[in-house]
């Protein structure tokens, strides 16, 4: 039995060049894994505490160097003997020590980095790929070739990802998910080569924000929206057939004194007007997806809408429910979405994580992996989204490292398993 022997952290920088945690793990039988930690601009109210330093002499007060020595210092003592696949038994041991609902004693990002790296080191200790180790610790059904996760692509960065001229924080490409995951990804890539092309054409701006999609300079949610379509319908691809568009709102970044506030309507507008917006979108473009179309804490509105468009498309909860097992709970019984965005570093652990990803199957919940979107160029999620079956993963434009990085591993994912079958 492989037992871990050392346990390191250190301050790096993520894909914005803000400080984040890197854990590095060894066993005494030389497996290692190392973790590093994304960061989210558009957070939950009930996301788990993210501990930064607060020091305005170093990085503008986002330095991590509390939640490393967090790391070094206290968590490491604990783990030193331990067996790391047992993740259930590691990950109390991490919520005992820390002690606080949120994870605000120690930061959940220093809780995720042992986690996660734990986690890999159970895979590298077992001699399994993470996404196939996944499966079978959780007994979860086993990934084939063809049911890989259908990607999300944000092809237009809106809201706190983009230049700050439109509302919506994410505007998405989807392809069908009859399509295998390399046809996908070439859908993908076209479309956002395309649009590069179609904003130059039209001398627009075509620097790209924080998710890798672009930030043009537009009037309204809804010129963006048409400028997808005009890039679809100038590709091979049919919309609504091969591609599908998605909305990510991020509402709550919207809401303020009870109404909304967006460009593409001169009055502030109130939580039923915005469900009438959100449905005559739907008629016109028929989304397959719109995630977080309300504040965070406006359970009725998401409840009515889910009750009239449901059946037609993906209403997303993602600060609603923030990876929180109890907030989905009360969200199945009040039928307010009916697709989840799964993001660890929303928790803290990979075994609440994966906690809330059951209950989700259990109640037909689509299930959406999640980055953020200060990210690292590491894959774990590509694997993990696999191993726990997502149906989607969302990670960003089909440009910029730190999202490549993903859609990557899910490419050689797709060839090691056919390699499996052939």
């Not at 590298?124 to 790929?129: L, V």
């Not at 809408?305 to 009040?334: A, C, F, P, W, Y």
């Amino acid at each position: 039995m492989s037992k871990i022997k050392s346990v390191y952290a250190r301050e790096i920088l993520d894909s914005r060049g803000n400080p984040t945690i890197e854990t590095t793990i060894w066993t005494d039988d030389k497996h290692g894994s190392v973790a590093s930690i994304p960061s989210g601009a558009s957070t939950g109210r009930l996301e788990s505490f993210e501990l930064r330093d607060g020091d305005p002499d170093r990085f503008d007060g986002k330095g991590v160097l509390k939640a490393v020595a967090n790391v070094n210092q206290i968590i490491a003592k604990y783990l030193i003997g331990q067996d790391p696949t047992r993740q259930n038994n590691i990950d109390q041991i991490l919520l005992n020590i820390d002690g606080t609902e949120n994870k605000s004693r120690l930061g959940a990002n220093a809780i995720l980095s042992v986690s996660q790296a734990c986690f890999e080191l159970g895979a590298a200790c077992s001699g399994m790929p993470t996404f196939q180790y996944t499966a079978e610790k959780y007994g979860l059904n086993k990934p084939t070739a063809l049911d890989l996760p259908t990607p999300i692509f944000n092809l237009i960065n809106g809201g706190k990802h983009g230049a700050g001229n439109l509302d919506f924080q994410e505007f998405h490409v989807i392809p069908s998910s009859q399509k295998k995951f390399s046809d996908a990804l070439e859908i993908g890539g076209t479309l956002y080569h395309n649009l590069k092309n179609l904003l130059i054409e039209k001398k627009g701006i075509h620097s790209v924000g924080d998710e890798g999609g672009f930030a043009p300079n537009l009037f309204s949610n809804t010129d963006a929206i048409e400028l997808l379509v005009e890039t679809i319908e100038a590709s091979p691809y049919k919309l609504n057939q091969d591609v599908y568009l998605g909305l990510d709102i991020a509402a709550t970044s919207l809401f303020k004194n009870g109404k909304y506030k967006i460009s593409d309507l001169k009055d502030n507008i109130s939580g039923q007007q915005f469900r009438d917006f959100i449905i005559n979108l739907n008629k016109k473009y028929g989304l397959l997806s719109v995630e977080d179309p309300f504040d965070q804490d406006s359970w009725s509105d998401w409840t009515d809408l889910t009750n009239q468009i449901g059946k037609q498309m993906m209403i997303v909860g993602d600060d609603l429910l923030v990876t929180n097992k109890k907030r989905l709970e009360e969200s199945i019984q009040k039928n307010a979405c009916n697709a989840i965005i799964i993001k660890p570093n929303q928790v803290g652990t990979i075994s609440e994580t994966v906690s809330v990803v059951k209950l989700a199957k259990k109640n037909n919940i689509t299930i959406v992996v999640s980055h953020r979107s200060g990210d690292t160029d590491e894959d774990f999620l590509a694997d993990f989204a696999v191993g726990i079956g997502a149906d989607f993963v969302k990670f960003g434009a089909p440009g910029r490292g730190e999202r490549v990085a993903k859609y990557n591993r899910l490419l050689f994912i797709q060839e090691y398993l056919t390699s499996l079958n052939g």
